[in-house]
């Protein structure tokens, strides 16, 4: 009976007992030197220790896929003599203050035949005679996020390009320092795109293949490469234009922005595009009066970035609610769409006026076929584009009476927000009055067409009321249904959601939308359709009126109908076009306007995907004038999209050749030839090509619905963590204890059973 008592207090003591010694393993974490030999044990001590020392005992096999590894505080890991291999099926991608030092003698510090990515706050460091920093073979990518690499030694090399596909290094600061040492080595071409590549005591860069340099800094220069210097200019060309528009009481923290894309071209037809951290001067705590103020941008960039990007001066324009006020032109495909800061809503007339000579001469609009005003802006059917114009608005009656702002609009090249001025951001190259001018003081004076620039007393006459007369907000169910959604009033391009003047702009959160990095490849001519973040149009460009071209429908009704038969008249016309930033709608009359410009494809794009659509498709649909076409692309994550198409009112389900792109980042176990784009409830597969230079995919699909991309994907083995072990060797030795016990005790039975008997 004494043994069966102790048994049954001894297995609970040896269980505290277990769970007491368990713990002097978590003081462990506070120990600053690790030692790492699988990949296993570093991708663990990075994530679980970071800030402190890792030593590398043997070569690192990376053979797996798994998230970018955020390291928060500085570390060190001291390769010695071995490095880290990532392999074929191998993706590792790293974010953080993280040093890398080894000899790079034996082997590279990294051998990339898979992907490989580093942030700038990366350095890779080799010392040693004949040493390499990193070695990219085969398919290998290796994506260069202003990371600093560098190979000291006699006849070092820091960065070797084995035979391969085409190949673009950006962002990258290469260095080498020793007799003979060289920077850069390739044997497979090469084009290195704003980087840094220098060597003290031997070559930059050489191979047996060719090697373009485009907007980077080369010291020792040689004939081997071709040099092409970076223009460079704000990605967002509207808000470089035209500035920040935001209503009385905006705060200064709803302006300020952590970053803003850059826009680099060449001679050589490179277009890249980088979001650069900012620092914004001047921008006050709280804007309480109407008016325009100026804040200077100045771009954060390590000492060795190649390109100058000296500070910009953007104006800030505060709107008072009951102002009228042009916030901006877009060039569009075959027209100008003025945005309106404030929706208007209670005018007896809008009256839009161009001046194509400096502002000698005015003239209406809707003297121009299929041209009109409407509630949130107005578009311009027909103005040559070898003129530089102006624009003003002159509202008639209701809450927002008066003259707006003098906006500047330059025809140029087709930009990749939509247009605007495109003289590179100088604004002293023209003979142009500035950007933006002071308001007419007065209204225009009877039967005066030549007012004065300088002074702005005279304005053009006002066309009759009837014509310009603004639509009943909710006069046409089509028209309330496909009401403006907002846009980025950061980037210029307001849409009030609401008929109220004072609520003329969105809510200061949603300022800082439109900061990230597009793929200029869907820029261009053939670009039909550009959605708000590529072409600022998306505050609505929608005419719920005088959208045909006929002479009847452009010229006034009978001058002798009342107001109330205008308005009727011209709610009763189709709507023209309407973009959000999901979709976008346009009228058959629009859709023939478009094919007759695009003869092959009309080009679609929301989000960074783009569909192009055969154009022999669209006419097939027939589509009546007074019906709508709709187009609908939503990202459901990074790799799935959703495509409807309705017409009128009908989803269509079947399609004709439709070319599909979208960005693509591989992981590390990936393979090009098993990329397919799959629909989800039919589980089609279609046939991908990546374009590893714009990182982005194509493909041609037959049917509209949801698709995924799908690629082979592994995974990191997982360790368990100490509390998972510690819960398994104490549910293990329970289970021993318990077993022993319960044997001891079957024992102990059987031998009292024998002895009584």
């Avoid at 120990?31 to 800030?51: F, N």
């Avoid at 698709?707 to 072990?725: A, I, V």
Wanted: charged share 20%.
């Amino acid at each position: 009976m004494k043994t069966e008592k102790a048994l049954f207090f001894t297995i609970p003591f040896l269980l505290f007992l277990l769970t007491v010694s368990s713990c002097p393993a978590y003081a462990s974490e506070n120990v600053e030197t690790y030692y790492c030999s699988t990949a296993e044990e570093l991708y663990e001590t990075l994530t679980l220790h970071p800030g402190g020392t890792i030593f590398l005992t043997d070569t690192i096999e990376w053979n797996f896929s798994v998230n970018t590894i955020t390291v928060p505080a500085a570390t060190v890991i001291q390769m010695g003599e071995y490095g880290i291999c990532v392999q074929e099926n191998g993706y590792l991608e790293m974010d953080g203050p993280v040093s890398f030092y080894g000899s790079g003698s034996r082997m590279p510090l990294f051998l990339v035949e898979g992907y490989l990515f580093t942030s700038p706050e990366t350095t890779i460091t080799a010392s040693g005679e004949g040493c390499t920093a990193v070695q990219i073979t085969g398919k290998g990518k290796w994506d260069s996020d202003l990371t600093t690499v560098t190979a000291c030694g006699e006849n070092a090399i820091t960065v070797i390009y084995d035979d391969g596909p085409d190949t673009v290094l950006s962002l990258t600061q290469i260095t080498s320092q020793g007799t003979g040492a060289q920077s850069l080595y390739t044997e497979r071409p090469l084009e290195a795109v704003l980087c840094s590549i220098t060597s003290e005591g031997g070559s930059a860069a050489s191979g047996t293949s060719p090697i373009t340099m485009t907007g980077c800094r080369v010291t020792p220069q040689s004939p081997e490469y071709l040099i092409y210097d970076c223009n460079v200019s704000l990605y967002d060309r509207i808000l470089e234009n035209y500035g920040f528009s935001y209503p009385i009481g905006t705060a200064g923290g709803a302006i300020n922005r952590s970053s803003l894309a850059y826009y680099f071209t060449s001679d050589n037809d490179l277009e890249f595009t980088y979001d650069i951290p900012v620092s914004f001067d001047g921008v006050a705590d709280l804007y309480t009066e109407a008016g325009e103020y100026s804040l200077t941008s100045t771009p954060i960039v390590p000492d060795w970035f190649p390109v100058s990007l000296p500070p910009l001066e953007l104006s800030i324009h505060i709107i008072a609610p009951d102002q009228p006020y042009l916030t901006a032109a877009y060039e569009l495909m075959d027209s100008i769409g003025i945005q309106f800061f404030s929706e208007i809503t209670d005018a007896h007339s809008l009256s839009l006026y161009y001046s194509d000579d400096n502002g000698k001469t005015w003239q209406d609009i809707m003297e121009l076929p299929g041209s009109y005003t409407y509630s949130l802006g107005a578009q311009i059917i027909g103005l040559p584009q070898d003129k530089d114009y102006l624009f003003y608005l002159d509202v008639q009656g209701g809450s927002m009476e008066g003259v707006s702002n003098i906006l500047r609009f330059s025809y140029g090249r087709i930009d990749i927000d939509g247009g605007g001025d495109n003289d590179g951001g100088d604004r002293t190259d023209q003979d142009l009055p500035p950007y933006e001018q002071d308001p007419p003081d007065s209204g225009p004076e009877p039967g005066t067409n030549t007012p004065d620039p300088e002074n702005g007393s005279h304005l053009p006459e006002n066309p009759s009321t009837e014509a310009n007369t603004i639509p009943p907000k909710n006069s046409a169910s089509d028209a309330e249904k496909l009401s403006p959604e907002g846009s980025d009033p950061g980037a210029g391009t307001t849409a009030p959601e609401s008929s109220d003047p004072d609520a003329g702009t969105r809510s200061p959160e949603d300022s800082d939308s439109d900061t990230g990095i597009r793929s200029p490849e869907t820029s261009g001519p053939g670009a039909g359709t550009r959605s708000p973040e590529t072409s600022a149009s998306g505050a609505g460009l929608t005419a719920p009126g005088n959208t045909s071209s006929g002479a009847e429908k452009d010229s006034p009704k009978d001058t002798g109908s009342d107001q109330e038969t205008a308005t009727s008249d011209q709610t009763s016309e189709p709507l023209l076009e309407q973009v959000s930033e999901t979709s976008t709608t346009i009228s058959g009359i629009r859709l023939r306007l478009l094919l007759q410009t695009n003869p092959d494809t009309v080009l679609f794009e929301k989000d960074g995907i783009t569909v192009e659509i055969p154009s022999a498709f669209l006419a097939s649909l027939d589509l009546p004038d007074d019906a709508f076409l709709k187009i609908s692309i939503r990202r459901t994550d990074s790799t799935s999209f959703s495509l409807s198409v309705n017409v009128d009112g009908r989803e269509l389900h079947e399609l004709e050749e439709t070319t599909i792109t979208m960005p693509f980042s591989p992981s590390g176990d990936w393979k090009e030839k098993q990329l397919t784009l799959i629909h989800t409830d039919t589980g089609n597969k279609n046939a991908v090509q990546y374009m590893s230079v714009q990182g982005r995919v194509s493909s041609n699909i037959y049917e509209t619905g949801t698709y995924t991309l799908q690629e082979p994907n592994g995974q990191l083995p997982g360790r368990l963590t100490k509390q998972e072990t510690v819960c398994i060797l104490l549910l293990l030795t329970a289970v021993i204890l318990c077993t022993a016990a319960a044997a001891v005790l079957l024992l102990r039975k059987r031998r009292l059973y024998h002895e009584k008997f």
